[in-house]
């Protein structure tokens, strides 16, 4: 069984993110094949980036920082849910992302993007900053408009939006046990 965490992408009040991260945790209810869990950034109470040390090295002096690494380090895999803000994702999730590295080595990914332009260009920008992290994102993603996947204020996802979300799920399943191997050889070779 592959561990997924879904990781909100915003920490901003009223936001429309509570919504599609619960969308999300109701699709993968059904899934035999991963146990999802909802790891929310906020609940760590990180400060803007306070660690002296660059991340890669894992070497965290702050509480905070080994909490949150350490809860990440549970995970197989991650599905990132994350609203356009300024053709980017929010400063908060970087925030976030910037305080950890290793824990996402050799791990898979997932996207669920939402905006006015379906947040497109927040998921692109996502890729490239885990990219860095030699985290695997599959190419599918659920993208959603504020205007045809939201109604009054309630996220309604059209058919046609939440297709590709399936196919990004069979993916990040079979990407993330092949990957599983990666990681038991890296730590046998640091072992040895």
């Known amino acids: 069984m592959l561990n997924i965490a879904i990781i909100p992408g915003t920490s901003r009040p009223q936001a429309l ?51 949150w690494g350490a809860k990440l380090e549970e995970f197989d895999a991650f599905i ?46 996502l890729r490239h900053i885990l990219a860095n992290y030699k985290l695997a994102v599959v190419r599918d993603q659920g993208s959603f408009s504020i205007f045809t996947d939201v109604a009054d204020g309630t996220f309604a996802p059209t058919e046609v939006s939440a297709a590709p979300f399936s196919s990004m799920v069979d993916d990040i399943v079979a990407w993330g046990e092949a990957l599983k191997s990666v990681r038991e050889s890296g730590a046998e070779e640091q072992a040895a």
């Open 80 to 125: 990132f849910v994350t609203p356009e803000y300024n053709h980017s994702i929010s400063g908060s999730l970087k925030n976030a992302l910037d305080f950890v590295a290793t824990e996402f080595n050799h791990k898979v990914a997932g996207i669920v993007n939402y905006g006015a332009d379906k947040g497109v260009r927040a998921a692109e920008h």
């Open 17 to 67: 993110n509570p919504q599609i991260v619960t969308w999300v945790e109701q699709q993968l209810a059904s899934n035999d094949d991963v146990r999802a869990e909802v790891v929310d950034f906020g609940s760590f109470d990180l400060p803007l980036l306070d660690e002296v040390i660059p991340a890669g090295a894992k070497m965290y002096a702050n509480d905070h920082t080994k909490a």
